[in-house]
Antibody, heavy 112, light 112 residues
Framework: EVQLLESGGGLVQPGGPLRLSCAAS????????MTWVRQAPGKGLEWVST????????YYAGSVKGRFTISRDNSKNTLYLQMNSLRAEDTAVYYC?????WGQGTLVTVSS | DIVMTQTPLSSPVTLGQPASISCRSS???????????LSWLQQRPGQPPRLLIY???NRLTGVPDRFSGSGAGTDFTLKISRVAAEDVGIYYC?????????FGQGTKVEIK
């Protein structure tokens, strides 16, 4: 059974950093591209970033490019999202996703 | 960026009656590999999104056959042949043909 467990969310001040993690199991992690999608409170879905299976290819939404970095550790079956220079508009539930599967999400709140 | 436009944004339906959601993209979703990466997601209240249909018309294992997807190029449709109580939620179309991946605004399906 595919499982994706996000962690690392919380309250952070504007301008601060936060790192999200997504622990994956139930599939061959190193064979799959991985994606982060976010959803602001009461709003729709927004793609954030995707990383290729080997980590050599990374793609970002314009709204986070230069501030967020996606990475993965295939030896630990874990996906990361390093978020820097956070803004109020980054407040959202962040989901990790692979192929057809989504995690439960982790809430990031950017507020002073 | 490819803009995904869904109509209607709200769909009150009588139990057992059909429902239909349209999704139009601002440019063709046919990838250079010949596939069309148009998917439909369901998000029940308080839940993460769930993939229903991928590559226009392929139903994920376990998705009831009352859900069907169709379309080509820039025009796509999700149909629910007979709406059940558990179908209440927000439905999103999304394209994975070209980065940045984009989502429609969402269509809220509710019971009259």
């Amino acid at each position: 059974e595919v499982q994706l467990l996000e962690s690392g969310g919380g309250l952070v001040q504007p301008g601060g950093p936060l790192r999200l993690s997504c622990a994956a199991s139930g599939f061959t992690f190193s064979s799959q591209a991985m994606t982060w999608v976010r959803q602001a409170p009461g709003k729709g879905l927004e793609w954030v970033s995707t990383i290729s299976n080997g980590g050599g290819g990374t793609y970002y939404a314009g709204s986070v490019k230069g501030r967020f970095t996606i990475s993965r550790d295939n030896s630990k079956n874990t996906l990361y999202l390093q978020m820097n220079s956070l803004r109020a508009e980054d407040t959202a539930v962040y989901y990790c996703a692979v192929s057809a599967y989504w995690g439960q999400g982790t809430l990031v709140t950017v507020s002073s | 960026d490819i803009v995904m436009t869904q109509t209607p944004l709200s769909s009150p339906v009588t139990l057992g009656q059909p429902a239909s959601i349209s999704c139009r993209s601002s440019q063709s979703l046919v990838h250079s590999d010949g596939n069309t990466y148009l998917s439909w997601l369901q998000q029940r209240p308080g839940q993460p999104p769930r993939l229903l249909i991928y590559k226009v018309s392929n139903r994920l294992t376990g998705v009831p056959d009352r859900f069907s997807g169709s379309g080509a190029g820039t025009d796509f449709t999700l149909k629910i042949s007979r709406v059940a109580a558990e179908d209440v939620g927000i439905y999103y179309c999304t394209q994975g043909t070209k980065f940045p991946w984009t989502f429609g605004q969402g269509t809220k399906v509710e019971i009259k």
